[in-house]
């Protein structure tokens, strides 16, 4: 890195052209323009809207109303709302052991891809499938497939003698979790499996080889190969999955709405719940703005904790 | 369930030409004159962008879009009208509300205009000349729209929601007519799981079928939200026996209640899994409409919800209000088509393109035919005398708007119900929220 | 935060760069001529197959469901649920012909490519400059717009309503062509500069010493060198537009504006009856361009994702 910065530095616009020139090579100057175009959209759809938000989240404001600063009375309400605090509960055990499992099975998905044998290229293109078709739509599939009378998989059971009684999987608080958590695993591991594979395919068969000469178990090339090189790609799919699973709404308003009993609202569905429908924004609002911080947790853990781990081989060396 | 298909549709049309409606050029003669007499005259060049939620029926859809074309035609009116699901409409207007654009009209549920009652045009002229023309309006459908004196929008239907059930079920189980009181219902529907083939009631957040059932059985125990001066009042010896007397209940119905939503009934009694439920008529329609369910279609009766402790009628209707934007730059269009909608020759014909899908909600409309089109359907027509305004006993707004919308009640059930919370606890949430609503 | 790390994973094993450096090949035939085929069988094709059936199945249910006639589709004692012996287009017909499905096809089109083509314009810049510019503050600019992912639809979508109005875009294409941006530009950097940096600088060096401007650099020599990681962007962008469904719902009102995703969902859930049929079809067939998309291009995007990645 310090190696980049210098010669950036040795590339300045020689002193003495005239100011325009310097201006033309500035790279400051440039940089602006060049970021302008991004910052214009990130600025204007998103950064003011997320500051109306949070200003929002300090108001009573209701649909149709600019409401008046109330200060922290919104968030005092919802400290003591056990209905928010179980959608906090809920989102967190629906990210963490959705990503989790999305990525166990992307990985192991993206390793079985990455041997050779026939007909790889249809069957990595099958593999996406549930990542491109439109979530909405898969949601209501899915909620065809877990429906509490018509479902495949209670009639397959009882055909099968397994059970006599339909399973209740979206009226069980428990199978309803389970319902909405293997829906979003579903979604998301096409996603992470092909972009661990593609992580996957830097990696060279020479270093495979060597190690294989010298030994090594299968478990001991990836765990000593594989996983270290992969290491900074998880990172970033992760840290992207997470983000998705922890801000889904799609999928959970058109499974459950987040019932039975609040079992399955997210934060999410939960903000859009009461902004929206019961008509409450700023109260809607502060659940919306409560998901900033376990936000910005989540991606220090995924960030830092996967840097840690290379420092630990020593590769850092900024 | 049904396939509509533009054959159903087509009989939709016929029976309504058969009720002898005014149809075609009839209907644009009445509507020209119409235009002319009207107290409202339409703008020049008005335009008009209406969102109405989504038919159930095929048929109302059918009658509602001549109407609008009519009235296009009467009057010079450019009409844009768009549907949208239970759910959107409400968060749909709410947005416009907000944004001040979009829409002109509105035509939603429960107690819209009253989510946002600056925003919406003053109808009490409108609401006087209907209601002096055909003989006032039912007290519950008034109180949905009136904020004091002021009409914030017209209610101008009911969609009724009653038992719909398989008689030959009910006679198996042992009972001649369908239970009249609480007791009765419970030993019914006890008896209906024995002989295995259940009632079921929607206990997840089905806007219209689990508020509806789930308010019945709380009103029907005296026990209330709020009361008249909208104070909490949600913790009570009542809502105790409600909630006990709704898990008896909840225990012998289908498994599965917990995650229905609106259209879970109508699916899982049409296929002959469930044999008694709370629906609006659209089960009934769907059955008589296709040629494979005739027996189905047969066996299903309709009966009013039996009566509590409390000794009268606790029915929580679903109210359909249009309301009119205050910024719509057309308000007169606005009223008149709204106006327009409501007269005789236009409403009896809608009534029976609904058939018994949305009930009246000026008196005059008792006698309107299709109540007495099919035996079944009269029923129906009492929802609009029966029902208790969503707010019960306390005031239509706002807040009762809110409580309704954020499922307060039909979570505290669910919540006993599915042995969540106990009673206290349960009820401990649900006033917690009240009271941050009604502060 | 800042670098992102992807340029450093490989840094270390910098003789490997001369194996690796500029081709997408497939390493992936290795050691498996070491592996019986019984051991293959237990150890690859029978967990492979069942991942891939569960993936698949829910796809093969709306198939299902979409050519099943009605009647049969709540009947499961009659009919055997798997499977059916008199498929009907009905379901298809009906979404072609008696409903709006090709101009909301179109309309999802056109939103998606243009919101795809913006945000990778702006992406592309601003990738360049953050990378290779290096402009004081590249870096903070640079983690400040990952941060941007932080922000999802559900919390923005009430004030991004009121400002989309503000703008006057409500109910107009342009209200989702504007906002999806906010969404795909995040991505697309970050891809793109791990993509720009596995150009080699020296050709930029040499650029600039014969008097190339940054533009010329750019448009010359960064942007064909770039082809794939652009087509990795772009089909990345394009799918999330094609699903994006809280923002369309909110900011478009007209049946003819609407986008696939929440048009259907619209059109065929009468009230308490949801059109299994038709719902089912019109997911299966506003899926195909994407389908098609991706049959073309997977290969591609396997590797624009790999060069993106490697340095």
């Known amino acids: 890195m310090t190696i980049a910065l210098d010669q950036g530095q040795a590339k300045r616009a020689p002193p003495g052209a005239d100011s325009w020139g310097r201006l033309k090579v500035n790279r400051d100057w440039l940089g602006f323009w060049f970021m302008l175009p991004a910052m214009a959209f990130l600025i204007l759809f998103l950064a003011y809207p997320l500051g109306l938000g949070i200003w929002i989240s300090f108001t009573d404001a209701r649909i149709g109303r600019v409401g008046e600063f109330i200060g922290i009375e919104n968030y005092e309400w919802l400290w003591g709302d056990s209905i928010f605090w179980l959608s906090?509960?809920?989102?967190?055990?629906?990210?963490?052991?959705?990503?989790?499992?999305?990525?166990?099975?992307?990985?192991?998905?993206?390793?079985?891809?990455?041997?050779?044998?026939?007909?790889?290229?249809?069957?990595?293109?099958?593999?996406l499938i549930p990542f491109i078709v439109p979530t909405v739509l898969s949601a209501l599939a899915f909620w065809w497939i877990f429906d509490a009378q018509f479902s495949i998989i209670s009639w397959s059971l009882r055909h099968l003698g397994l059970i006599t009684q339909n399973i209740n999987f979206l009226g069980d608080v428990n199978w309803a979790r389970f319902c909405v958590i293997f829906a979003n695993i579903w979604r998301g591991?096409?996603?992470?499996?092909?972009?661990?594979?593609?992580?996957?395919?830097?990696?060279?068969?020479?270093?495979?080889?060597?190690?294989?000469?010298?030994?090594?178990?299968?478990?001991?090339?990836?765990?000593?190969?594989?996983?270290?090189?992969?290491?900074?790609?998880?990172?970033?799919?992760?840290?992207?999955?997470?983000?998705?699973?922890?801000?889904?709404?799609?999928?959970?308003?058109?499974?459950?709405?987040?019932?039975?009993?609040?079992?399955?609202?997210?934060?999410?569905?939960?903000?859009?719940?009461?902004?929206?429908?019961?008509?409450?924004?700023?109260?809607?609002?502060?659940?919306?703005?409560?998901?900033?911080?376990?936000?910005?947790?989540?991606?220090?853990?995924?960030?830092?904790?996967l840097q840690r781990r290379k420092w630990q081989q020593g590769e850092a060396n900024d | 369930m049904t396939d509509f298909t533009r054959r159903t549709l087509m009989q939709g049309g016929t029976a309504m030409a058969a009720a002898g409606a005014l149809t075609g050029p009839a209907l644009f003669d009445f509507a020209k004159a119409w235009a002319q007499s009207a107290p409202w005259k339409a703008e020049k060049g008005a335009k008009l962008t209406v969102m109405r939620w989504k038919r159930f029926v095929p048929g109302e859809d059918a009658a509602f879009n001549e109407m609008v074309k009519a009235f296009e035609a009467a009057t010079g009116t450019k009409m844009n009208v768009f549907s949208e699901s239970f759910e959107d409409v409400q968060p749909k207007a709410s947005v416009a509300a907000n944004t001040g654009s979009g829409l002109d009209l509105a035509w939603g549920l429960h107690t819209l205009p009253q989510l946002f009652p600056t925003k919406v045009l003053m109808m009490n002229d409108v609401a006087d000349y209907l209601g002096k023309k055909y003989g006032g309006w039912t007290d519950a459908a008034a109180a949905t729209c009136k904020q004091g004196n002021n009409w914030l929008g017209i209610p101008v239907a009911t969609i009724g929601g009653y038992m719909t059930y398989r008689k030959s079920a009910m006679e198996k189980a042992g009972f001649k007519e369908f239970p009249k009181d609480f007791p009765g219902f419970l030993e019914y529907s006890k008896a209906l799981k024995k002989n295995n083939t259940p009632s079921g009631m929607a206990l997840g957040h089905a806007s219209g079928d689990a508020n509806a059932w789930l308010h019945w059985i709380l009103w029907g125990h005296n026990a209330w939200t709020v009361d008249k001066n909208d104070k909490v009042t949600i913790n009570s010896p009542e809502t105790v026996k409600a909630l006990e007397y709704c898990?008896?209940?909840?225990?012998?119905?289908?498994?599965?209640?917990?995650?229905?939503?609106?259209?879970?009934?109508?699916?899982?009694?049409?296929?002959?899994?469930?044999?008694?439920?709370?629906?609006?008529?659209?089960?009934?329609?769907?059955?008589?409409?296709?040629?494979?369910?005739?027996?189905?279609?047969?066996?299903?009766?309709?009966?009013?919800?039996?009566?509590?402790?409390?000794?009268?009628?606790?029915?929580?209707?679903?109210?359909?209000?249009?309301?009119?934007?205050?910024?719509?730059?057309?308000?007169?269009?606005?009223?008149?088509?709204?106006?327009?909608?409501?007269?005789?020759?236009?409403?009896?014909?809608?009534?029976?393109?609904?058939?018994?899908?949305?009930?009246?909600?000026?008196?005059?409309?008792?006698?309107?035919?299709?109540?007495?089109?099919?035996?079944?359907?009269?029923?129906?027509?009492?929802?609009?005398?029966?029902?208790?305004?969503?707010?019960?006993?306390?005031?239509?707004?706002?807040?009762?708007?809110?409580?309704?919308?954020?499922?307060?009640?039909?979570?505290?059930?669910?919540?006993?119900?599915?042995?969540?919370?106990?009673?206290?606890?349960?009820?401990?949430?649900?006033?917690?929220?009240?009271?941050?609503?009604?502060? | 935060m800042t670098d992102f790390q992807i340029p450093k994973l490989a840094a270390k094993a910098a003789d490997l760069k001369a194996v690796l450096s500029g081709t997408t090949a497939d390493h992936s035939e290795g050691m498996s001529y070491l592996e019986s085929l019984p051991r293959r069988l237990v150890t690859l094709y029978l967990p492979l197959s069942i991942i891939v059936i569960t993936l698949l199945f829910p796809f093969y249910w709306m198939a299902l469901t979409a050519i099943k006639p009605d009647a049969q589709l709540l009947d499961l004692d009659k009919f055997n649920p798997f499977w059916t012996w008199?498929?009907?287009?009905?379901?298809?017909?009906?979404?072609?012909?008696?409903?709006?499905?090709?101009?909301?096809?179109?309309?999802?089109?056109?939103?998606?490519?243009?919101?795809?083509?913006?945000?990778?314009?702006?992406?592309?810049?601003?990738?360049?400059?953050?990378?290779?510019?290096?402009?004081?503050?590249?870096?903070?600019?640079?983690?400040?717009?990952?941060?941007?992912?932080?922000?999802?639809?559900?919390?923005?979508?009430?004030?991004?309503?009121?400002?989309?109005?503000?703008?006057?875009?409500?109910?107009?294409?342009?209200?989702?062509?504007?906002?999806?941006?906010?969404?795909?530009?995040?991505?697309?950097?970050?891809?793109?500069?791990?993509?720009?940096?596995?150009?080699?600088?020296?050709?930029?060096?040499?650029?600039?010493?014969?008097?190339?401007?940054?533009?010329?650099?750019?448009?010359?020599?960064?942007?064909?060198?770039?082809?794939?990681?652009?087509?990795?962007?772009?089909?990345?962008?394009?799918?999330?537009?094609?699903?994006?469904?809280?923002?369309?719902?909110?900011?478009?009102?007209?049946?003819?504006?609407?986008?696939?995703?929440?048009?259907?969902?619209?059109?065929?859930?009468?009230?308490?009856?949801?059109?299994?049929?038709?719902?089912?079809?019109?997911?299966?067939?506003?899926?195909?361009p994407l389908v098609i998309l991706y049959a073309f291009f997977v290969e591609h995007y396997v590797s624009a994702m790999t060069g993106a990645i490697k340095e």
Not at chain 1, 225 to 231: A, K, M, Q, S, V
Not at chain 2, 309 to 333: D, M, R, S, W
Request: aromatic fraction near 14%.
């Open chain 1, 189 to 305: 591991v096409p996603f992470v499996a092909i972009t661990l594979l593609a992580g996957l395919q830097t990696v060279s068969p020479s270093l495979y080889e060597a190690a294989t000469i010298d030994g090594a178990t299968a478990w001991q090339r990836f765990r000593h190969i594989t996983y270290p090189l992969l290491t900074p790609i998880i990172a970033v799919v992760m840290t992207f999955s997470v983000l998705f699973t922890f801000t889904d709404f799609q999928l959970i308003w058109a499974m459950t709405r987040g019932g039975p009993v609040n079992a399955t609202h997210l934060m999410a569905t939960l903000s859009y719940q009461r902004a929206i429908i019961g008509g409450s924004l700023g109260e809607g609002a502060a659940i919306s703005s409560a998901m900033i911080p376990f936000l910005l947790a989540a991606i220090m853990i995924s960030w830092f904790g």
């Open chain 3, 86 to 288: 008199q498929p009907t287009l009905k379901h298809v017909e009906k979404l072609l012909f008696e409903s709006h499905y090709l101009e909301w096809l179109w309309n999802t089109m056109y939103v998606a490519v243009a919101a795809t083509v913006l945000s990778i314009v702006a992406s592309v810049l601003a990738a360049y400059a953050i990378v290779r510019l290096r402009y004081r503050g590249a870096h903070w600019i640079g983690g400040l717009i990952f941060l941007a992912y932080l922000v999802p639809p559900s919390i923005l979508f009430i004030p991004l309503a009121t400002v989309v109005f503000q703008y006057g875009l409500f109910d107009t294409p342009f209200a989702l062509i504007l906002t999806y941006p906010t969404i795909l530009i995040p991505f697309s950097t970050w891809l793109l500069m791990g993509y720009f940096k596995t150009i080699p600088f020296e050709l930029e060096e040499c650029a600039l010493i014969d008097g190339a401007s940054r533009w010329q650099i750019l448009t010359r020599i960064v942007l064909p060198l770039s082809i794939p990681g652009l087509i990795s962007a772009f089909i990345f962008c394009f799918t999330l537009c094609w699903n994006e469904f809280i923002y369309a719902l909110t900011f478009l009102t007209s049946v003819q504006n609407k986008t696939v995703p929440v048009a259907i969902v619209n059109e065929f859930v009468d009230g308490d009856v949801y059109r299994w049929g038709s719902l089912m079809a019109g997911a299966l067939v506003g899926s195909l």
């Open chain 2, 247 to 439: 898990k008896q209940l909840a225990d012998t119905f289908i498994p599965g209640t917990a995650s229905w939503n609106d259209s879970s009934n109508n699916k899982a009694y049409l296929a002959g899994e469930l044999y008694c439920t709370n629906n609006g008529i659209s089960i009934y329609v769907a059955a008589k409409d296709d040629p494979a369910k005739k027996d189905l279609a047969a066996d299903t009766y309709h009966a009013l919800w039996p009566v509590g402790p409390i000794g009268k009628p606790t029915e929580l209707q679903l109210c359909v209000p249009i309301l009119a934007f205050k910024f719509t730059k057309y308000p007169n269009a606005a009223k008149a088509f709204i106006a327009f909608m409501l007269e005789k020759q236009n409403f009896e014909k809608w009534l029976s393109g609904a058939r018994g899908y949305l009930t009246h909600t000026l008196n005059a409309y008792d006698s309107a035919p299709v109540w007495t089109a099919d035996p079944k359907n009269e029923v129906f027509s009492h929802a609009s005398q029966r029902a208790l305004p969503a707010s019960g006993i306390g005031h239509p707004g706002e807040k009762a708007a809110t409580a309704i919308a954020d499922f307060l009640v039909v979570d505290m059930f669910a919540n006993f119900c599915t042995g969540r919370e106990d009673a206290k606890g349960a009820i401990a949430v649900t006033e917690r929220q009240l009271k941050r609503i009604y502060r």
């Open chain 1, 88 to 127: 906090v509960f809920n989102t967190l055990l629906y990210t963490i052991v959705a990503s989790a499992f999305k990525f166990a099975i992307g990985l192991y998905l993206a390793l079985l891809l990455n041997e050779n044998m026939p007909f790889k290229a249809i069957l990595r293109a099958l593999v």
